[in-house]
């Protein structure tokens, strides 16, 4: 791999931009979100900053994904159940003591295999979910899986709990006819279905030859994600491309270059006219999701339009209009 300067590869993204949006493609947040169609209600809290509760837990996966960013040792608890507990608590607190704490985003996912924990996540939102509703609140939820543990006993259990969309990673079972046996059971019973993906070159004509599957089921939402590169990944890439093969750039955090995978599978679905979204998530979200200065937020006007709508019941928009942070203090 060879480090670039970020602006070699940003100029490539915005020349490449500027042709997809002649085609259909969209710009919100300032230009920070990069996209076709409606994207998922779940990102917008990236953006804005709002509040949100994002439930972690476990490390465990029967994949072995060969550019994971997660210690590959992959020790039972990433936290203590100590910590843990003391995480849960504080949201539970600010449920309960602070009206302003309204969160319309919650989302459950893991360093693994989020369902491989679904009893810890089930004990959570028996917790949280009754002081959401007490503020008559519909929180949008999404949950992170590989899929494979998702048949339809499993998938009752996601769906009693809360869960609105599940975010599939079907690269990492080598696109697997059971997954998307799963993927096409979540959309019958009635799951918003996302497919979310690495933006990692091998993979490019494989996701391609797959789009017209992802259109059959009626997946809502394509993201593609720009490879994060990690203390824990950074070695076995090199590897896997050695010398010049593969460029790596320094944003918010080192990102491996897609080499335009991502605007060319956007151009094939515009070009298609498929019904799904697809979500350039690239290193300048990571900056809108990490910045510590994030209650400076977008105008409501730079993300009007650009997610899939949903009625949380919390008042959010009337707030926006009428002038008022993101994020109310607590």
């Known amino acids: 791999m060879r480090v670039v300067p970020y602006q070699e590869i940003l100029e490539e993204k915005f020349i490449r931009q500027k042709e997809l949006l002649a085609l259909g493609a969209k710009r919100h947040a300032n230009g920070h979100c990069f996209h076709t169609g409606d994207i998922s209600f779940g990102c917008r809290a990236c953006y804005t900053g709002e509040q949100a509760i994002h439930l972690f837990h476990g490390t465990q996966c029967m994949c072995k994904c060969p550019y994971c960013y997660y210690n590959p040792s992959r020790e039972e608890q990433l936290l203590t159940e100590q910590q843990q507990q003391k995480e849960l608590e504080f949201h539970l607190y600010k449920l309960k003591e602070f009206d302003k704490y309204r969160p319309a985003i919650l989302s459950m996912c893991s360093s693994g295999e989020t369902l491989l924990y679904i009893d810890v996540f089930e004990k959570y939102a028996a917790q949280i979910y009754p002081l959401i509703y007490r503020k008559n609140i519909h929180p949008y939820t999404y949950l992170y899986t590989n899929g494979i543990l998702a048949d339809e006993p499993m998938l009752r259990r996601v769906q009693a ?35 979310e993906e690495p933006a990692y070159p091998p993979n490019k004509e494989a996701i391609i030859e797959h ?13 593609m994600i720009e490879l994060h590169l990690t203390a824990h990944n950074w070695d076995a890439l090199e590897r896997l491309f050695p010398g010049d093969s593969a460029r790596v750039y320094k944003d918010y955090f080192y990102h491996l270059y897609d080499e335009g995978m991502t605007y060319e599978i956007m151009e094939h679905c515009l070009r298609e006219g498929y019904h799904f979204s697809v979500l350039d998530c690239n290193s300048g979200v990571e900056r809108c999701r990490n910045h510590q200065d994030q209650e400076i937020c977008f105008s409501w006007e730079s993300v009007e339009g650009m997610c899939r709508p949903w009625d ?11 002038g008022c942070s993101y994020r109310d203090e607590v």
């Open 161 to 195: 709990m809360g869960v609105n969309e599940l975010r599939f990673h079907w690269s990492a079972s080598n696109f697997s006819d059971q997954v998307y046996e799963h993927m096409k059971l979540a959309k019958e019973m009635g799951f918003i279905v996302t497919v």
């Open 312 to 322: 949380s019941g919390n008042g959010f928009h009337a707030r926006m209009r009428n």
């Open 211 to 223: 789009l017209p599957m992802l259109e059959a089921v009626g997946i809502c939402h394509l993201d």
